[in-house]
């Protein structure tokens, strides 16, 4: 193992306090930073959860407790020009999960706390020095902390991603604007099944919600990346007309969209992806999650690659003998594995923002799709099949798994 003990984490979403939980299992004692003032409650949208997701989460103690706040998504049905097909999936593994944002960061928070890990709010970190036996944090308000390592799992826009490289590039816009809401419109659909609808205003998705109605969301082309902030100061009523008349002609889409309230739009903003980052690590410093590599969220693998990562980075931490091998070796079991999703991901972004032409021709192309679609085992197999072997011992020399 090597001689690192304590660690700051930068981060309080999804990796941050996954990252602290598995560095605390594997005998590190780690504290979570997270720049805004508290969680998320009720803040943000759903995202899916995939099977390897959920069986990162088991190896620290918390795939019971997200499972309890998800649903589960058994069918995937792809619905284009009014055709609908089944998307075969993997039988003999769990469903998708689909999970509120806001729940799981609340979630992952209490499991955090209840194993006795700090998790301190309002700190943003500005900046960051090292020396040969630790790594002091220094925050916006002029605190500071040191421990032997310093995380960065704080999303796209990383801080700690510019400290190790100051010309690192930043994140990318899909092209596409993200709203989430509930419409009292009920589908004919059986509870428990995702459909993907290629619209002619666009893209979108719907499930029927637990209790009633049907959630859905929906990927609005649009030129220009907006921020959270600015997408946000729209009036909701605002975008609610402009999402209503993109999908008027649209089948459930207009029902779904008409029946909805303005005033309980969720407002996700502009996508974004990231490419391919050139350096996750120096010194003591690493990183996990989106900050080294986010995917579009086409890839349904977002949240459970960044929990992978979290855990298999103390893995490392607690088999390899120093600080550097341990970080080469988690980039060598990880970076190969995203960057492949994150390019399968990249490739449906580019059917769900179609020009007119592309649109027009969708109905044509969906036996392409779909033959593409019937091979699960070959597009979404190695993907959700990946299951982390925690007690396996992890060595300098092991190569892409």
Known sequence: MTQVKTAIVIGGGIAGPVAALALHKAGITATVYEAYPSTADGIGGTFSLAPNGVAALRTIGAAETVTAISTPLPRMVMSVGGK????PGLADLPPMQQVHRSDLYRSLHDRAVADGITIEYGK????AQETATGSTARFADGSTATADILVGADGVRSTVRRLIDPNAAGPLYTGLLGFEAVARHEVDAEPG???FAFGKGGYYL???EPGGGTRWG??????????????RAVPSSEWMRTLRAAYADDDPGRDLLL???????QVVGSLHIMPPVKHWH????VLVGDSAHAPSNSSGQGASLAIESAVQLARCL??????????????RLRRERVEKVARRAARINQAKAPGAVARALMPLMMPLLMKTAMKPEKTIGPEQRYVIDWDAPVTADLVHS
């Not at 609908?84 to 998307?87: G, P, V």
């Not at 943003?124 to 900046?127: E, F, G, Y």
Request: aromatic share 8%; glycine share 2%.
């Open 218 to 231: 929906v990927n609005l082309p649009q030129e220009r990346p907006m921020s959270l902030t600015e997408a």
């Open 193 to 195: 099944t995702m459909t």
């Open 84 to 87: 609908h097909l089944d998307l």
């Open 124 to 127: 943003r970190l500005v900046d």
């Open 318 to 331: 607690r088999d390899l003998p120093d600080i550097p091998s341990a970080y080469v070796t988690f980039e």
């Open 282 to 285: 120096r010194g003591r410093m």
């Open 206 to 208: 719907y499930w029927p």
């Open 259 to 265: 029946t909805s309230d303005a005033d309980e739009l």
